[in-house]
């Protein structure tokens, strides 16, 4: 475990990840959207509006599966005090937001025209829309302590107490009536999503997944190199005054 | 010697951590389930025609209303503006009325969601009308290749084209 806390030794495997997974995700997008926005048939009640489907659920899968890794690695830093674990779930919770905003927005925009409403306080939208708090409330938690490890401890907690909300999230549709459908792809039936709609959007949610591991490892990176050269700087700073005192 | 006692004690404390954070997760879990089941009435977006059955509800109450569209209930008045449909559930229906503009994905045989208030036993007045789409999605003509072969299960999915109102 501690073995990739050898931030050297973590920027040689982020560098070695980058190109793979940033080249999967582009011929993913370039299929993925091909697919999706062209080639994949309309629906035969929603037609050409159907399309919003292949950002739209990507998008909530990766919100959802971004917050799991959060919390996940926020477990790791409160057990091991694991420093890269604070490192990656600090780097994930913005890319995490981002998507939750992407889904709530896409949602948004698909329901006006398929339900009648921009939005409505049913379990699905709401729980969602909690988690874009959770991810928020993280940022701004682990940025409000002077000391890193007091705001990372606070943060890690936030973020394991909010991954209650990831069932909730997932089961809302069967627990409680809402306006939103229950799942289409992940159910105990299989998918109810006709295969030339289904593939275009796995592909999809590959590019998502591959974007979340590019832009992960090279802030994780960034992350490393920033703390590096405020290490240097700090010990410049040192030699300096030691040499005036 | 102090070595091999102090890596003890610090793996005992990461055991003890480990214990105590699932211990607070359970406890996390276990309430919220609580709390979620409690407020179970006021999570739920809607009340189904067989729920109304059950509790009482004032007219002055808002409420919303959800089920499927009856096929063959919906009817249009003159000004074109003023709806009549049943919402079923299978077991209970209620006759809604509403005026407004209906969604697009309004159809016989498709969910819907009325707001509105009780009239009395039979009759709801819907004041919004939302549609409520399901979680399938197919082309075009693979609904109608299996209306045709008679694999076209519930009663959803009817076109409007067959569920224009009378």
């Known amino acids: 475990m501690h073995r990739y806390a050898n931030p050297s030794r973590f920027i040689r495997i982020a560098d070695t990840i980058f190109p ?28 050409e509006m159907v399309r919003i489907m292949y950002i739209h659920v990507p998008a909530a899968w990766m919100a959802l599966f971004t917050y799991a890794f959060m919390a996940l690695s926020s477990a790791a830093v409160l057990i ?36 009648g409403t921009w939005w409505v306080w049913d379990a699905r939208l709401t729980s969602v829309l909690i988690l874009l708090f959770l991810y928020l409330g993280y940022i701004a938690l682990i940025n409000a302590f002077d000391e890193t490890e007091r705001g990372g401890k606070a943060a890690s907690l936030l973020a394991l107490v909010g991954a209650v909300n990831l069932p909730i999230i997932k089961y809302s549709v069967d ?71 | 010697m102090t070595d091999s006692l102090g890596l003890k004690r610090t793996r005992r404390q990461k055991s003890q951590r480990v214990y105590t954070l699932l211990f607070g997760l359970t406890m996390l879990g276990l309430a ?20 109304l059955r059950e509790r009482s509800i004032s007219p002055e109450q808002r409420i919303r209303v959800g089920g499927l569209v009856e096929l063959g209930s919906w ?27 209906l969604p ?58 067959s569920g224009e109102p009378k």
């Open chain 1, 20 to 47: 793979w997974a940033g080249g999967i995700m582009i011929t993913a997008f370039a299929i993925g959207l091909y697919l999706a926005l062209l080639k994949s048939p309309a629906d035969y009640q929603q037609s």
């Open chain 1, 80 to 115: 091991w005090k694991h420093p890269i674990a604070l490192l990656s779930a600090k780097a994930a919770a913005p890319i995490g937001a981002s998507f939750t905003v992407i889904c709530l927005a896409t949602g948004s925009l698909w329901g006006k025209p398929m339900w």
């Open chain 1, 175 to 245: 627990w409680w009536n809402t306006l939103h459908q229950p799942a289409s792809v992940f159910r105990l039936d299989g998918p109810a999503i006709h295969p030339d709609m289904l593939w275009p959007l796995i592909i999809m949610a590959i590019a998502f997944k591959m974007f979340l591991l590019t832009t992960l490892v090279t802030r994780i990176k960034s992350e490393l190199i920033a703390a590096r050269v405020q290490n240097v700087q700090r010990s410049l700073h040192g030699n300096l005054a030691d040499g005036r005192g």
């Open chain 2, 32 to 51: 919220t389930a609580l709390v979620l089941n409690a407020l179970e009435d006021s999570i739920v977006f809607f009340y189904s025609p067989s729920d």
């Open chain 2, 75 to 101: 009817k249009k008045a003159k000004s074109q503006t003023v709806h009549e449909f049943t919402v079923t559930d299978g077991k209970n229906k209620i006759t809604a009325t509403f005026n407004g503009i």
């Open chain 2, 104 to 161: 697009d994905l309004f159809r016989e045989g498709q969910g819907v969601i009325a707001e509105g208030r009780l009239k009395n036993n039979r009759l709801f007045i819907a004041e919004e009308v939302l549609a409520k789409h399901d979680e399938n999605y197919m082309p075009r003509e693979v609904a109608d290749a299996l209306k045709k072969s008679g694999h076209w299960n519930k009663g959803s999915g009817s076109r409007r084209s």
